[in-house]
Structures are given as C-alpha cells and as structure tokens.
C-alpha cells in the first residue's frame, strides 16, 4: 500500500526565511508520480509540482525549488525568502500507475506561518 | 477558475438528511476523483469514475454513493448524515495520471 508522511506538521518562519517542508513516500511499484499542492486559508487545493518516478532532476520554478531522491524514497519541498502569501498547508500526494485507477495518496499536510 | 465545478460550494444541514454534491470535470477529462477532508481524518480518497465506471473504491461509507453521467459530470450522495460527515469535499478531474489532477474548489458540509 502507498503511504506519504510528512513529519512536520507546522512551521513558523519570518518573512524572507527559507523554509524546507519534508515529505518521505513509500510505495511498491517502480513507476508512480509524486506531487505537492498548496492550501491557502481560502481552501481550493493549488496544484505545484508533479514528478514521475524516472525523472529525479530537481527543478526550480521561481522561490520554489524541489528535491527528488529515490534512494531515500523522498520529495522535498523549499520555499526561498519566503513571503505572506505563501502562509498555508502544503500537502504532498503520491500517485501509483495502476490500470484500474489512479487515486492520490496525500500525506498530513504541513501548515507553514509566515510572519511579517 | 481551475476548470472543473463543484456546486454548491456550502451546504448545511441536519443529521439524518441527505444531499447530493455535483462535480463537472475539466474539458477533456474523463476520470473524476472525490476526496473527504476532515480534521480528524485528513484529505482520503473515496471514489474513482472513468468514462462513466467505476475504477476504485477508497474508504467510502456504504452511506456514500456516486455515479458518473453521460455528460461526464459525477455526483456524490450522502445519505443518513451524521456530525462526523462534516468535511470538506473535493472533486477532481484527470486526463490520465501523467498528465496530473486539477481540483475544484471544494463543497463545505456542515451537519448540524
């Protein structure tokens, strides 16, 4: 069975701080896509990032970078020089490709302050 | 606006009623997807749809049911309510998981 934890379950950070949201996954098929949505207080689930299994090549898109490592079964999430804006559960999912349906594995989500 | 269309966005009512929570998937998007997100229990998957059949069953109360319609639309009915069912859901809709999953904005319930 799939499962997705992410330990830390808020973070408190000043404006302008970095701040690395963990995520370890745990699945047995070799081929699966792993994701991260962000929450705002609002409530709608904003689509981040999306992952498969094959590609572990970082990626960068503005102040969010993400960390793919297979070996340590791990997707980790950073926010650089953070901002208000960004106050809000991020949530990471896991997603195995399976013939008879793909349904999303989230883990608890991370509740992440920023303060100004 | 994500594409895909939850309505109505709250609904309350009394324990033991029910009610009937509608998703219109993305253009193109045949797989529909509905999650529960409660305090206690988290963001959980319920149910899948594809073109119409059902795909996978996650932790769905029998009390639970949904369909998907020709059109492609799904909804889902919950019946015999009760406080616990107060929950976020969510719909979602797919082309195929390469391609991810787009999110509507949710139906708040409220049992009271």
């Known amino acids: 069975a799939q499962k997705v934890t992410q330990a830390q379950t808020e973070i408190s950070v000043v404006e302008k701080e970095d701040v690395t949201l963990d995520c370890v996954y745990e699945t047995r098929d070799t081929t699966y896509y792993l994701f991260w949505y962000k929450q705002p207080p609002s409530g709608e689930l904003v689509f981040l990032i999306r992952?498969?299994?094959?590609?572990?090549q970082n990626e960068i898109s503005g102040r969010y970078s993400w960390n793919f490592q297979k070996s340590t079964s791990s997707f980790n999430f950073t926010i650089t020089a953070s901002q208000v804006v960004d106050s809000a559960v991020y949530f990471c999912?896991?997603?195995?490709?399976?013939?008879?349906?793909?349904?999303?594995?989230f883990g608890g989500g991370t509740r992440v302050l920023v303060k100004p | 606006d994500s594409g895909v269309t939850q309505t109505p966005k709250h609904l309350i009512t009394a324990t033991g009623q029910r009610v009937t929570l509608r998703c219109s998937p993305r253009?193109?998007?045949?797989?529909v997807y509905w999650y529960q997100q409660s305090l206690d229990q988290g963001l959980q998957f319920l149910i899948h749809?594809?073109?119409?059949?059902?795909?996978a069953k996650g932790n769905i109360l029998e009390r639970f049911s949904a369909q998907q319609f020709p059109d492609l639309h799904s909804e889902l009915n919950l019946s015999s309510l009760e406080l616990g069912d107060s929950a976020l859901y969510f719909c979602?809709?797919?082309?195929?998981?390469?391609?991810?999953?787009?999110f509507g904005s949710g139906t708040r319930l409220t049992v009271v």
């Open positions: 749809y594809y073109n119409g059949e059902e795909r």
């Open positions: 992952r498969n299994s094959f590609d572990e």
């Open positions: 979602a809709s797919s082309e195929a998981v390469d391609y991810g999953y787009t």
């Open positions: 253009s193109g998007d045949l797989s």
């Open positions: 999912a896991l997603s195995e490709r399976k013939a008879a349906g793909n349904k999303l594995t």
